[in-house]
């Protein structure tokens, strides 16, 4: 009986030991696919999340017309970026046929605004105008001199490259300025705690982001200074007929003198630059004269255009 019960007990113990085996198996087999099945969502979603970011694939379009990549229409100007407004008005200025593809379809450099021609894509502002001005045969510089051609590089490259900086400052790292980026963009998780910091560190990088509330408003003003007493009595910044630096200029411009709110920014141009102020103005009414259907009024309106 007892070498029974010990036979008993050996096969209990070994039918128990395949059991668990068999589970163990099991269990592994479904984790492995479970792991497996969760990476590969993952990754699935993050590319087709990535793609919406990318430039779109080349799709039917109407021939000789560009098509302008740019980020949604702005609360007080048509754009909330001083570069897709500098890209747009120098369309306008050239009469070149556009239209506009509004959303955050980055250009293959990672950068907004960038524009697609007769299927090729061309990324950076002074390239796209570079471009379209070999393609097109345009110059809106071939009335000024060598010289005067000079002055409008440096200007340029004060606006592109330094004043751009202050720009970022005064709207994403003021808090005041970042509620006017939440009223474009809207006030997501993604814009506070993912762009916001983004653009925080980009100017800290590049330097301007180092300085006090105090200095970067001195740097801010000399610059706009340096354009109000150049600007004097003229029409344009080159002269009484508008020239390509005007693009540039006005988008700045705008963005400072329309949109730029944040207690302190918005006041440097009533209150420091009346040329600018005219200047504004005027560009507004010759290359804008549909301003009003391209913003959202403060994110009341839907823009048309
Ligand atoms: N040099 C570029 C500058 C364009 C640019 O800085 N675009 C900004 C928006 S205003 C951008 O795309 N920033 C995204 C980023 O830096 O990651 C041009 O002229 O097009």
């Not at 200007?155 to 202050?166: Q, S």
Request: charged share 20%; glycine share 6%.
């Amino acid at each position: 009986r007892a070498r029974l019960w010990s036979n008993k007990g050996q096969q209990l113990l070994s039918t128990n030991m395949s059991d668990i085996m068999y589970a163990s198996y099991v269990y592994l087999l479904y984790g492995t696919a479970g792991v497996v099945t969760s990476i590969v969502s993952l990754w699935l979603i993050i590319q087709k999340l990535k793609s919406k970011f990318r430039p779109p694939p080349i799709a039917p379009f109407p021939p000789d017309t560009v098509q302008l990549f740019q980020f949604n229409r702005g609360p007080y100007c048509p754009s909330f970026s001083p570069f897709p407004m500098k890209l747009e008005t120098y369309l306008r200025m050239a009469k070149i046929p556009y239209q506009n593809d509004f959303g955050s379809h980055f250009s293959k450099k990672g950068k907004i605004p960038w524009i697609r021609y007769n299927g090729e894509d061309v990324a950076d502002t002074a390239f796209c105008i570079d471009f379209l001005n070999k393609k097109l045969d345009i110059d809106l510089d071939k009335h000024l001199s060598y010289e005067e051609q000079a002055v409008s590089w440096a200007f340029k490259r004060m606006l592109n490259e330094g004043l751009y900086w202050v720009a970022v400052y005064y709207r994403w790292v003021t808090d005041g300025g970042f509620r006017m980026a939440q009223l474009c963009f809207g006030n997501t998780i993604v814009i506070k705690y993912i762009v916001r910091p983004m653009m925080v560190k980009q100017c800290y990088s590049q330097g301007l982001g180092r300085h006090s509330p105090e200095e970067i408003k001195t740097i801010a003003l000399a610059d706009l200074q340096a354009i109000e007493t150049f600007l004097g009595n003229k029409k344009f910044l080159m002269g009484n007929e508008p020239s390509e630096v005007d693009c540039s200029l006005f988008g700045f411009m705008a963005q400072f003198y329309w949109q730029l709110k944040d207690g302190v920014a918005e006041k440097f141009i009533p209150d420091h630059c009346p040329k600018i102020v005219q200047y504004c103005e005027r560009m507004k009414a010759r290359f804008w004269p549909d301003w009003d259907e391209c913003i959202t009024h403060g994110g009341t309106k839907i823009p048309t255009k």
